[in-house]
Each structure stands twice: as C-alpha cells, then as structure tokens.
C-alpha cells in the first residue's frame, strides 16, 4: 500500500510563508489533495489537484494565499502558504485518491492519508 508523509510543518508568525511537502512512497495515479483539522475542529478541505492536467481547487478561506503543486516525477505533492494568518493553525494532511485522477474536495473521495503535520501561526 502506498505510503504519505508529510514534511514542512512548523511555527510561523503571521504574515509568513511555510511549504508543506507529501512524500508518496511509490508512483501515485490519483487526484490529491491538503486537508486540515484546526484545534477542536473537524478536517476540512484546503486544496486539491488532478492527476494529469494539473487541475485544482482551493477552498475559499485560502484561495489566493495557498498554491498546490505536484510533481510525478518525486511523488511529491506541495503546498505553498503565504500570508498565513492564527486560523490557518492547524494539522496538515495529504490525502491521494489512488483510483480517480480529477479534482476532489470531499474527504470520503481518498483513501490514503498521511500522518498529518502540525502548522502553528502566532499572531
């Protein structure tokens, strides 16, 4: 079964940027996306892209602020934040689709998921 692990995770103050990485431990062929669960809160959809066309989606609290990428050839999926402000504080997670290569933004449409990585901006 294919493998995610986050990377990138931290502290931040406002205002800053962070890159959060998703290392798949083999070649993937689904549609991915970010998740994040906030203190207290349920997970909630960040952003997705697809497999081939490099589609995305962004849900609106970060549109404009986050950037998601993918490269197949590392099996490596980013996220780049900037402008971040206290209520982007929360653990990070990837999630791969492996069987459906479009863009999804419902947690029931992954099946792989990875352990999570805290991100924790300071006001």
């Known amino acids: 079964q294919v493998q995610l692990v986050e990377s990138g995770g931290g502290l931040v103050q406002a205002g800053g940027s962070l890159r959060l990485a998703c290392a798949a431990s083999?070649?993937?062929?689904?549609?991915m996306a970010w998740f994040r669960q906030p203190p207290g809160k349920d997970r909630e959809f960040v952003a997705a892209?697809?497999?081939?066309?490099?589609?995305?989606a962004y849900a609106d609290s970060v549109k404009g602020r986050f950037i998601i990428s993918r490269d197949n050839a590392k099996n490596t999926l980013y996220v780049q934040m900037h402008s971040l402000k206290p209520e982007d504080t929360a653990v990070y997670y990837c999630?791969?689709?492996?069987?459906?290569?479009?863009?999804?933004?419902?947690?029931?449409?992954?099946?792989?998921w990875g352990q999570g990585t805290q991100v924790t901006v300071s006001s």
């Open positions: 999630a791969l689709a492996q069987y459906k290569i479009g863009v999804y933004t419902r947690a029931t449409d992954f099946d792989r």
């Open positions: 892209i697809s497999r081939f066309d490099d589609s995305t």
């Open positions: 083999e070649r993937t062929f689904g549609g």
